[in-house]
């Protein structure tokens, strides 16, 4: 995976646009699975490559783990985007995105929430823990892989 911050920080703008355009479109209230179909046409639309439920091999002592795990949307081989349609976000999810984002090795996440008025209001921008932290957008407050 990419690990470029420059082209990290392009495609990630780029995700955040679009799920914008799909959330004025759409509006809240719809499941996860339709706004996860409608973010694949978005994406495509812009020309960014994007693989759906993406399936993530994992290991454990060196044997292959079956169950491995889902993420909803890898953009570009480099962002990892997990849709949410819940009232609010809780630290469960944000602690979700980052455990992909160190078991994938990829360097950036978003977490949106489309149960939201505003999809700022829904979205937390995260950074693999050891790998890319855009220092110029770490908050005092943020706890490690999440950033403001």
């Known amino acids: 995976m990419s690990h470029d911050p420059a082209r990290v920080d392009a495609v990630t703008e ?14 809240p209230g719809l ?5 996860r179909s409608c973010m694949a046409v ?7 490559a994007c693989e759906v439920e993406k399936r993530v091999a994992l290991q454990y002592r060196g044997q292959d783990i079956a169950a491995g795990l889902t993420v909803d949307l ?7 985007v997990e849709l949410k ?6 630290p469960v999810h944000l602690a979700q995105v980052i455990t992909y984002l160190r078991l ?10 489309f149960h939201t008025t505003s999809l700022r209001a829904g979205l937390r921008r995260l950074s693999h823990p050891d790998l890319y932290v855009k220092r110029h957008q770490r908050s005092a407050y943020a706890r490690p892989g999440e950033e403001y």
């Not at 780029?14 to 509006?27: D, N, S």
């Not at 349609?85 to 809780?90: M, Y």
């Not at 994938?104 to 929430?113: D, F, S, V, Y």
């Open 42 to 48: 978005e994406l495509k639309a812009e020309n960014l």
């Open 14 to 27: 780029k995700v955040i646009g679009c799920a914008i355009a799909v959330h004025r479109a759409m509006g």
């Open 31 to 35: 499941l996860e699975s339709v706004y």
């Open 74 to 80: 890898l953009v570009e081989q480099c962002v990892i």
């Open 104 to 113: 994938a090795n990829c360097p950036a996440g978003l977490l949106l929430n």
């Open 85 to 90: 349609a819940v009232e609010r976000i809780h």
